[in-house]
């Protein structure tokens, strides 16, 4: 259903990034394969402006090839003022699915998430949300992001009662933030659904830019997600490593990341993002290159540790 490789408009996407650009990067993303593009409410900056500037790309570049197209959205974090703008109520879901949907002039979307587990919120409350979003037909599909491997089977066994099966989960997985392997990809296979890694170049430590140290312009340097101080000595030893053995494969050290992350069949496909063209095609050339030697994926466990840069890891720990 998905291709091995996905486009995630969480960074570069928003009013920050000219609309070219971002034009170029997501046609491009088609002729080469790319049939599932995912977003969030929130995603920008500002919040909803990824939306709004990919309905405008569909609408103007894609629009006849919608019923080739896998596009989703999520809800779950900070969107707006107020109880309702947050988190995993019934009314929150329900209502930012029909602001997006508004915002990217899409009748549905194929597969709509609850961003993030929300601890105050009933479990039978937020699943509830994502079988109503199906049998409206305003989503496809129902998907989950972030949960641990607890909450994982709980939403499995709600939505199959409510008969609304859990399609995919988006947990975040890289080199550098291995916590899926430790029982929600055996949760995942065992109970056939289906497993989307976000972030499998570990916010961009893994791409070779930080390899020689903090450049400019980088978003470490900007205060976001990824902060200076994740990037320490140590685990910059760690990432040379793997760069030595991307080299020994013929690859980048980003392809490396990424063809390790599909090694494992459980995995459906990877998420990544772009900020222009030639990242986007260097990165593509990683799917079907996932076979690894048992020496290759030893030396590589060596160095591929877990270095504290999952900031998701509060709502997969709930």
């Not at 919040?47 to 080739?68: C, T, V």
């Not at 980088?218 to 030893?237: C, K, N, P, Y």
Request: negative net charge; aromatic residues 8%; proline residues 4%.
């Amino acid at each position: 259903m998905l291709p091995e490789v996905s486009l995630g408009l969480w960074q570069n996407f928003g009013d920050g990034k000219p609309l070219e650009d971002q034009r170029a990067i997501l046609r491009r993303a088609f002729d080469l394969g790319v049939t599932h593009f995912d977003l969030a409410n929130n995603y920008g900056p500002p919040y909803g402006s990824a939306e709004i500037n990919f309905g405008r790309i569909m609408r103007e570049d894609l629009r006849p090839y919608r019923d080739e197209l896998i596009i989703s959205t999520k809800a779950g974090y900070d969107m707006w003022p107020g109880p309702y703008g947050d988190h995993g109520s019934r009314k929150y879901l329900l209502a930012s699915l029909d602001q997006s949907l508004r915002r990217m002039g899409l009748e549905y979307v194929d597969i709509f998430y609850s961003h993030r587990f929300d601890p105050d919120t009933p479990l039978e409350e937020t699943m509830g949300a994502l079988a109503t979003a199906v049998r409206s037909g305003k989503a496809l599909y129902a998907g989950i992001s972030s949960y641990s491997a607890e909450r994982t089977l709980d939403a499995i066994a709600l939505l199959r009662q409510m008969g609304t099966p859990l399609l995919i989960h988006q947990p975040s997985y890289s080199m550098l933030n291995r916590w899926i392997e430790g029982g929600l990809l055996d949760v995942l296979g065992r109970e056939g659904v289906g497993c989307i890694a976000f972030s499998p170049l570990a916010q961009g430590v893994l791409t070779g830019k930080y390899l020689g140290g903090m450049p400019a312009g980088s978003r470490a340097t900007q205060g976001g997600s990824l902060s200076s101080d994740q990037i320490s000595e140590r685990t910059l030893v760690h990432v040379r490593a793997l760069a030595e053995i991307a080299a020994s494969r013929g690859q980048s050290l980003a392809q490396l990341a990424l063809s390790w992350a599909l090694r494992d069949q459980r995995v459906t496909s990877v998420l990544i993002g772009a900020s222009s063209v030639a990242q986007l095609e260097e990165n593509l050339a990683a799917a079907g290159n996932t076979s690894f030697t048992e020496d290759e994926l030893a030396a590589i466990d060596r160095d591929a540790v877990e270095t504290g840069i999952n900031i998701w890891a509060e709502s997969s720990a709930s």
